[in-house]
Nanobody, 123 residues
Framework: VQLQASGGGLVQAGGSLRLSCAASERTFSRYRMGWFRQAPGKEREFVATITWTGGITYYADSVKGRFTISRDTAKNTVDLQMNSLKSDDTAVYYC?????????????????WGQGTLVTVSS
């Protein structure tokens, strides 16, 4: 297993949750990490990304100002802090690893994927 996501669970609307993704050395050597999510009946969508070097971040408009992506290069982990959660945030969240040419919004452009962790926001 190269990417291991954790931290999902049930939370009330307005609450917070922190997801974590542990990367193996192989995926750590890639250029960037990202988080995607897939709600029931919907396509997988981009949430946020961060580069290992420099920590450059980019967010989907739907989560900007509420979610924060961060990385710990010593631990090879990438976290997603989710605040002010809404029912629309309910989904399985996946972490992914990609190279320097990754088109961040395109799921097929990413190289490695974690197994997903379920986030359920109750209203």
């Amino acid at each position: 297993v190269q990417l291991q996501a954790s931290g999902g669970g049930l939370v009330q609307a307005g609450g917070s949750l922190r997801l974590s993704c542990a990367a193996s050395e192989r995926t750590f050597s890639r250029y960037r990490m990202g988080w995607f999510r897939q709600a029931p009946g919907k396509e997988r969508e981009f949430v946020a990304t961060i580069t290992w070097t420099g920590g450059i971040t980019y967010y989907a408009d739907s989560v900007k100002g509420r979610f924060t992506i961060s990385r710990d290069t010593a631990k090879n982990t990438v976290d997603l802090q989710m605040n002010s959660l809404k029912s629309d945030d309910t989904a399985v969240y996946y972490c992914a690893s990609g190279g320097i040419g990754t088109l961040v919004r395109r799921t097929s452009s990413w190289d490695y994927w974690g197994q997903g962790t379920l986030v359920t926001v109750s209203s």
